[in-house]
T-cell receptor, first 115, second 115 residues
Framework: DGGITQSPKYLFRKEGQNVTLSCEQN?????MYWYRQDPGQGLRLIYY???????QKGDIAEGYSVSREKKESFPLTVTSAQKNPTAFYLC??????????????FGPGTRLTVT | AQSVTQLGSHVSVSEGALVLLRCNYS??????LFWYVQYPNPGLQLLLK??????LVKGINGFEAEFKKSETSFHLTKPSAHMSDAAEYFC?????????????FGQGTELSVKP
C-alpha cells in the first residue's frame, strides 16, 4: 500500500539533545513538507522540499534542519536551538507541481516530548 | 497574503443534528480550498477539496462544502452527525503565490458529538 510513514510514533528526549524524526513516502511524490502542530494553532510549516537535494524554510524553521538526499525520504532534525520543541510533528507530501493544486497527504505524525 | 479563519474552536452537536463548521478565507486570486479531518488516532485525512467548477463539493463520510466567493467562505456541513464524526477539522487554502505548494491552515475546530 502506498503512503507516508513516520517513526517513531512517540519520542522522548532530554533538553539539549538533537533528535531526528523520520519521514518516508512511497507515493512517488515530488514535494514533501514538515509541519508542527500545537493546540489551538493549527499546522505551521517548518520546511518543505520540491525536489531532491533542495529544500526551503517555512514559517518556523529556526531550530530545525532537514535533508532531502532521496525522493522518498525527508528527515527532520530538531536541534537543541529549538526553544520549545515539545509538539506533534506531521510530515506530508504532494504530487502536483506548477498547477497550484497542492493536495497534501499526511503521515500519522510523531509526538516529541523534551524534558 | 492569504489567510484562513475558522469560527469557533469547539463545536458541539447532538447525534443526528446538522453539523456546520465555518471557514472564511482571504485571497487575492481564486483559491484552492480544502477540508482535512484529524481523528484521535492522528494524521490528517483529506475530506474534500474545491478547485474549479461546481461550487458545492461533496466529500467522504457524507460531508460537503460550498464555495461562496461573494462571502469568501467555504463552510463544511453534514446533515446528520454521527458519533464517529467527533474529531478536529481543519480548513486550508493553497497559497498560489508560493511555488512550493504551501497550504495555509486555519486554527482548527474540534467537533464533539453528544449521544
Amino acid at each position: 500500500d502506498g503512503g507516508i510513514t513516520q517513526s517513531p510514533k512517540y519520542l522522548f528526549r532530554k533538553e539539549g539533545q538533537n533528535v531526528t524524526l523520520s519521514c518516508e513516502q512511497n507515493l512517488n511524490h515530488d514535494a514533501m513538507y514538515w509541519y508542527r502542530q500545537d493546540p489551538g494553532q493549527g499546522l505551521r510549516l517548518i520546511y518543505y522540499s520540491q525536489i531532491v537535494n533542495d529544500f526551503q524554510k517555512g514559517d518556523i524553521a529556526e531550530g530545525y534542519s532537514v535533508s532531502r538526499e532521496k525522493k522518498e525520504s525527508f528527515p527532520l532534525t530538531v536541534t537543541s536551538a529549538q526553544k520549545n520543541p515539545t509538539a506533534f510533528y506531521l510530515c506530508a507530501s504532494s504530487i502536483s507541481r506548477g498547477t497550484g493544486l497542492y493536495e497534501q497527504y499526511f503521515g500519522p505524525g510523531t509526538r516529541l516530548t523534551v524534558t | 497574503a492569504q489567510s484562513v479563519t475558522q469560527l469557533g474552536s469547539h463545536v458541539s452537536v447532538s447525534e443526528g443534528a446538522l453539523v456546520l463548521l465555518r471557514c472564511n478565507y482571504s485571497s487575492s486570486v481564486p483559491p484552492y480550498l480544502f477540508w482535512y479531518v484529524q481523528y484521535p488516532n492522528p494524521g490528517l485525512q483529506l475530506l474534500l477539496k474545491y478547485t474549479t467548477g461546481a461550487t458545492l463539493v461533496k466529500g467522504i463520510n457524507g460531508f460537503e462544502a460550498e464555495f461562496k466567493k461573494s462571502e469568501t467562505s467555504f463552510h463544511l456541513t453534514k446533515p446528520s452527525a454521527h458519533m464517529s464524526d467527533a474529531a478536529e477539522y481543519f480548513c486550508a487554502v493553497s497559497d498560489l503565490s508560493f511555488e512550493g505548494g504551501k497550504l495555509i491552515f486555519g486554527q482548527g475546530t474540534e467537533l464533539s458529538v453528544k449521544p
